[in-house]
Each structure stands twice: as structure tokens, then as C-alpha cells.
């Protein structure tokens, strides 16, 4: 090698040095402004953040596999049967009738693509009292929505009733519950039921409710004072505060109205046509 070839290679190494050791001094020059500028501005993460310690990187990498392989690996059996307890309402009213019991509740059995669902909602004023029972199975038929069919049974002062229901239930857009059931009961009787809520998270314990139902009936059946067409709507408020998840007291209000000849029917027996209610009660589920 020349002694001209090992000068200019002496020449290009300590360049090299110099510009990789200048390269070291500008880093260490910006992680000094950098520390400068937390400790003259204060930190501005969250306390969380602080803590924050990232998880080490997976020390294996996994292999490719089938989704019912995942499913396996990962508990996620969608066809595995469970079940649940849920009183939605369970709650003390002001009515003007006088305290009232009131009550919504549903109990179900199955996997994620079907249910045995049993439903009963109703209330009770000193001894008189009505409600209803469901039992329903209930299928699903797209990602939001399920389908539900089954029998129900109405009961109260008055006399007894059985149908025959099915209808849809799921989320609509927005985040909206919504449930609308069809019913075919004896001597050609017929009813719908619609209802739609919506869960406003104040914060991760306080929640808002607000829950909108609406009632018809295809004919007269005066001895349960109940008239032909659009016969009543209930709107409620209430807001809970979940303890946990899973018990959670909460207040409202809860505003009612008959319509037609219901409310006809409801003044004839010395009722009034509309109501508003303060509740009190308790969410609990398992």
C-alpha cells in the first residue's frame, strides 16, 4: 500500500471519529435541553403516566393458527353457556295513588347466539297490583340485533292474559337500547310495545338514564281498563351511582300518561290521565 492511499485513509478515520464524536455531543447536548425545559416547566404528564412502567417485549413469537385454535387458547367460546340476574328497576314511587313497589328484572340462560330470557316488570300500591311475565328465546341475527319469540302473560286486579310475542331487540345508532315485542293473545287481541334508553356515563361511577316506552292495543278491554289504539306512554329519568358495577342505588323521575280511551277509561274509575312519580331504588345484577 502506498504511503499516499494510507494518509488519505489515516485522514478519513479520523473524520470519521470526529463527526460520529460531534453526532454524541448534539444528542447529549438536546437530552440536556430536553430535561432543562421538564425541570423549568414542570412535568406534564399525569400521575399515571408517571408510573407507567411499558411490559418487556414477548419473549416468543406466535405461530400461525386457526380461529378455533385462538378461540382454544384464549377462553373465548362463544358457544359456552352462561347466565345472568339483572333487576334494572327495583325501586320505592311517589304515586298519587299512594307508595308503590315498582319492578323490572330479567333472568337469562345460554351462549352468545342464544338465550332463554325470562322478563317481568310491574308494580304494587297497598293490595292492588299488575304486571307481567315473559319467557322468551331469544336468537341472534347480525352483530347489534336479536331476534325474540316466546309467550307472555299480563296479570292484575283484572282478569289474566296470555299471548303469544315475538318481535327485535338490540342497539340502534347512537347507542341506543331499544326493544319492540308484537303480541296475539285470545278472542283476536293484539298489542305492541316499544321502548328505547340510553346510558350517559357522567363519570365512570355516575350514570344517566333516561328510558322512553310506548304501549297500543289492536282492541277494547274495559274489564283491564285498557281502550283500542295508542293507550299510554311512560318517560323516566333516573341517575345511579354504581358502587360497583354490580350494585348501584339511584333517584328519578318518572312522568306517565294514558291516552284515549284508556284515559277515558282511567277518569270513569276516578283516576287521573297522567302522573309523575319520584323513585328511588336499587340496580343490582349477578
Known amino acids: 500500500m502506498s504511503a499516499r492511499i494510507r494518509v488519505h485513509m489515516a485522514l478519513a478515520l479520523t473524520m470519521s471519529a470526529a463527526a460520529a464524536g460531534a453526532q454524541e455531543e448534539h444528542q447529549h447536548h438536546e437530552h440536556a435541553q430536553h430535561q432543562a425545559h421538564h425541570a423549568s416547566h414542570g412535568d406534564q404528564r399525569t400521575?399515571?403516566?408517571?408510573?407507567?412502567?411499558?411490559?418487556?417485549?414477548?419473549?416468543?413469537?406466535?405461530?400461525d393458527m386457526s380461529e378455533e385454535e385462538m378461540a382454544e387458547m384464549m377462553g373465548m367460546d362463544d358457544t359456552a353457556p352462561f347466565g345472568m340476574v339483572l333487576f334494572d328497576q327495583?325501586?320505592?314511587?311517589?304515586?298519587?295513588?299512594?307508595?308503590?313497589?315498582?319492578?323490572?328484572?330479567?333472568?337469562?340462560?345460554?351462549?352468545?347466539?342464544?338465550?332463554a330470557l325470562l322478563k317481568t316488570e310491574g308494580e304494587r300500591t297497598d293490595s292492588e297490583y299488575e304486571g307481567s311475565a315473559e319467557l322468551l328465546w331469544d336468537h341472534v341475527i347480525?352483530?347489534?340485533?336479536?331476534?325474540?319469540?316466546?309467550?307472555?302473560?299480563?296479570?292484575?286486579?283484572?282478569?289474566?292474559?296470555?299471548?303469544?310475542?315475538?318481535?327485535?331487540?338490540?342497539?340502534?345508532?347512537?347507542?341506543?337500547?331499544?326493544?319492540?315485542?308484537m303480541y296475539a293473545g285470545e278472542e283476536g287481541r293484539t298489542a305492541a310495545n316499544f321502548s328505547a334508553e340510553?346510558?350517559?356515563?357522567?363519570?365512570?361511577?355516575?350514570?344517566?338514564?333516561?328510558?322512553?316506552?310506548?304501549?297500543?292495543?289492536?282492541?277494547?278491554?274495559?274489564?283491564?281498563?285498557?281502550?283500542?289504539?295508542?293507550?299510554?306512554?311512560?318517560?323516566?329519568?333516573?341517575?345511579?351511582?354504581?358502587?360497583?358495577?354490580?350494585?348501584?342505588?339511584?333517584?328519578?323521575?318518572?312522568?306517565?300518561?294514558?291516552?284515549?280511551e284508556t284515559a277515558d277509561l282511567a277518569r270513569a274509575e276516578g283516576n287521573d290521565a297522567d302522573d309523575v312519580q319520584f323513585v328511588a331504588g336499587l340496580r343490582v345484577w349477578f
Open 198 to 260: 340510553y346510558e350517559m356515563f357522567l363519570t365512570q361511577r355516575l350514570v344517566l338514564q333516561p328510558k322512553v316506552e310506548l304501549s297500543a292495543y289492536g282492541k277494547d278491554d274495559a274489564a283491564n281498563g285498557v281502550g283500542s289504539g295508542f293507550s299510554d306512554a311512560e318517560l323516566a329519568l333516573r341517575l345511579r351511582y354504581e358502587i360497583r358495577r354490580e350494585f348501584a342505588p339511584y333517584i328519578g323521575v318518572l312522568w306517565s300518561r294514558k291516552f284515549g
Open 47 to 63: 400521575e399515571s403516566e408517571r408510573a407507567h412502567v411499558p411490559p418487556p417485549p414477548p419473549k416468543y413469537v406466535m405461530r
Open 142 to 181: 347480525s352483530r347489534w340485533w336479536s331476534v325474540q319469540a316466546g309467550v307472555a302473560h299480563d296479570f292484575g286486579e283484572g282478569p289474566s292474559r296470555t299471548w303469544a310475542a315475538f318481535g327485535v331487540q338490540g342497539l340502534a345508532p347512537y347507542w341506543f337500547e331499544v326493544e319492540a315485542l
Open 90 to 115: 327495583f325501586e320505592w314511587r311517589d304515586a298519587d295513588a299512594g307508595d308503590t313497589l315498582g319492578w323490572d328484572g330479567r333472568l337469562w340462560y345460554g351462549n352468545d347466539y342464544d338465550k
